[in-house]
């Protein structure tokens, strides 16, 4: 009986609580950040936890050019391994930050290493998962984002109703440092069998299947890019125009998932709720984000590109309409009650809308299209994101605290949500015509 399938969930296993160890470390700095607000001895405003942000924003953009390349020559298990220990050791350093310069240079540090977490992973799955198989396995590797964002925001949440925050930054970074043990032991870097892909004699699939996934190594093994060097890949790249979509499409995606960093200040001062209370309830965000990559399991890889094409359209249509509920719901004058479970649900669908476009199609295009510079395309396209993410760290925690606060943030939503429509059908529709081209 072969011994693929076991190897194969011994690494997504790896890959999954790995980088949801460091998914928590990286979320610590939203975590504690009502908190830290409430804090009198720090003295911060929201200006200054939309700074920490943004500036941890551009730690991961600069993490994602040096991690990218560094990836796709030191491979992706020691890549992922020194993200998981050094998260651990920089989650240590922000709790131990007695002021604002030092929350600051640690969360640039921890965004940074953070960042070597995706690249590390696309190693990890050009080399152990079948081409027609990445939609599926992405999508899982997905939910361990979303979903220790989930657990990690209620626990640590519930901790901080008894603890100081210190001790809990503490208590993520010894979860961190247990994960690392785990992976160092169970995680490799690719399979020792040359013929790990070659078809079942047995297969069942169908004719078409067949050829399929024989074609798609084919692809894998022949990449046009194979022989050339980093920068002969990265002249390629920017020659590409479905690079640029994806660049662009990323760049609104990432700022709409930003809103994550806002969500448990909005809702402390828009429903006057503690810093406990604030954090457990923005998990509502993580939880959509968690379930939309949960449903796109079961129907990414069995879609064709025009199908994905327009389900991802009408995801990001809804995302805008949730923005458009929470911008005007108290306009109609409904109790605080039914506002406050109104504006939960919004954020919810607008989380589970944008998740699937967000995390899974630029994934597979990187693999794909990138080939041996798969970490560095996957960086490079994640740069640009983070980029675009960290100016809206900057505006929004600017605009939450001008004078038009919470109505002039979700302003700016709105208009990014509505962008965010017409970036994903680009992109898609690309994929879309290149599909065609392929089979013609």
């Not at 969930?9 to 609580?17: A, P, Q, R």
């Not at 078409?208 to 194979?226: D, F, G, S």
């Not at 660049?247 to 930003?258: G, H, K, Q, S």
């Not at 709720?273 to 129907?299: E, Y």
Request: overall charge positive; aromatic content about 16%; some cysteine.
């Amino acid at each position: 009986m072969s011994s693929r399938p076991f190897q194969q969930l011994k690494i997504i296993v790896s890959m999954y609580l790995g980088y949801a160890a460091m998914m928590i470390c990286r979320q610590m700095v939203t975590i504690l950040s009502p908190a830290l607000l409430a804090d009198e001895s720090l003295g911060l405003t929201k200006t200054n936890i939309g700074d920490f942000a943004a500036y941890g924003t551009l730690g991961a953009l600069v993490g994602k050019l040096i991690w990218g390349p560094l990836a796709d020559k030191i491979g992706g298990r020691f890549t992922f391994l020194i993200g998981i220990f050094l998260t651990a050791m920089f989650v240590i350093a922000f709790g131990l930050s007695p002021n604002i310069m030092f929350f600051t240079g640690f969360s640039f540090l921890l965004y940074g290493i953070k960042s070597s977490g995706w690249p590390g992973m696309t190693k990890l799955i050009g080399e152990w998962y079948h081409p027609q198989h990445y939609g599926r396995v992405w999508s899982i590797i997905s939910t361990s984002s979303r979903f220790s964002v989930v657990l990690a925001t209620l626990f640590f949440g519930w901790l901080l109703s008894f603890m100081h925050w210190r001790t809990v930054a503490f208590i993520a970074a010894a979860f961190a440092l247990v994960i690392f043990v785990g992976c160092y032991f169970y995680l490799k870097e690719k399979p020792e069998d040359p013929n790990f892909f070659k078809e079942d004699e047995h297969n069942t699939d169908t004719p078409e299947l067949t050829i399929a996934a024989k074609q798609a190594l084919k692809n894998k093994y022949n990449h046009p890019l194979k022989d050339t060097s980093t920068i002969g890949g990265l002249i390629a790249f920017s020659k590409s125009p479905r690079v640029w979509l994806v660049v662009i499409m990323l760049m609104v995606l990432t700022c709409m998932m930003a809103f994550l960093d806002f969500v448990a200040i909005y809702l402390m001062e828009s429903y006057q709720l503690t810093p406990s209370q604030a954090a457990m309830a923005s998990t509502v965000f993580p939880v959509g984000s968690l379930l939309g990559l949960l449903a796109s399991i079961a129907f990414y890889d069995r879609f064709s590109k025009k199908g994905i094409r327009t389900v991802l359209t009408i995801a990001l249509i809804l995302s805008l309409l949730s923005v458009l509920t929470l911008q005007y719901l108290p306009l109609f004058n409904l109790n605080a009650e039914f506002n406050y479970l109104v504006a939960l649900a919004a954020i919810f669908l607008f989380a589970f809308s944008i998740s699937p476009a967000y995390y899974i199609p630029m994934s597979i295009f990187s693999i794909e299209y990138g080939g041996p510079h798969s970490a560095t395309l996957v960086c490079l396209i994640d740069a640009f994101g983070f980029g675009a993410s960290a100016t809206f760290g900057f505006i929004g925690g600017r605009l939450a605290d001008s004078s038009g606060g919470w109505s002039s943030f979700m302003n700016m939503l709105i208009l990014i949500s509505a962008v965010g429509i017409i970036s994903v059908w680009a992109f898609m529709h690309s994929e879309y015509k290149a599909a065609n081209q392929v089979v013609i």
